[in-house]
């Protein structure tokens, strides 16, 4: 299995689009960031949670996926 590496967008909890922001501003935990697209408030803590699902659904497809070839090619023959 190859090594993967996914990415995942800040998308706003009330419209889906992806947020932007400062570039040279850290968030951190307790930090609100405002949606260019609907101007209502996100909390970064929750952000970071869903993005972490978001991320950690993909990788467990990938696995998913990879393991299924690995099985076919072993009961191929």
Request: proline share 1%; net charge negative; with cysteine.
């Given at each position: 299995?190859?090594?993967?590496s996914f990415s995942v967008e800040l998308k706003c909890l009330f419209c889906d689009c992806p947020l932007e922001g400062d570039t040279?501003?850290?968030y951190v935990s307790g930090d609100m960031l405002e949606c260019q697209?609907?101007?209502e408030?996100?909390?970064?803590d929750a952000l970071i949670d869903v993005a972490a699902?978001?991320?950690?659904?993909?990788?467990?497809?990938?696995?998913?996926?990879?393991?299924?070839?690995?099985?076919?090619g072993l009961f191929k023959k």
């Amino acid at each position: 299995m190859k090594d993967k590496s996914f990415s995942v967008e800040l998308k706003c909890l009330f419209c889906d689009c992806p947020l932007e922001g400062d570039t040279t501003k850290e968030y951190v935990s307790g930090d609100m960031l405002e949606c260019q697209n609907c101007h209502e408030l996100n909390d970064y803590d929750a952000l970071i949670d869903v993005a972490a699902e978001e991320g950690k659904g993909l990788a467990i497809e990938y696995v998913n996926k990879e393991m299924e070839k690995i099985l076919k090619g072993l009961f191929k023959k």
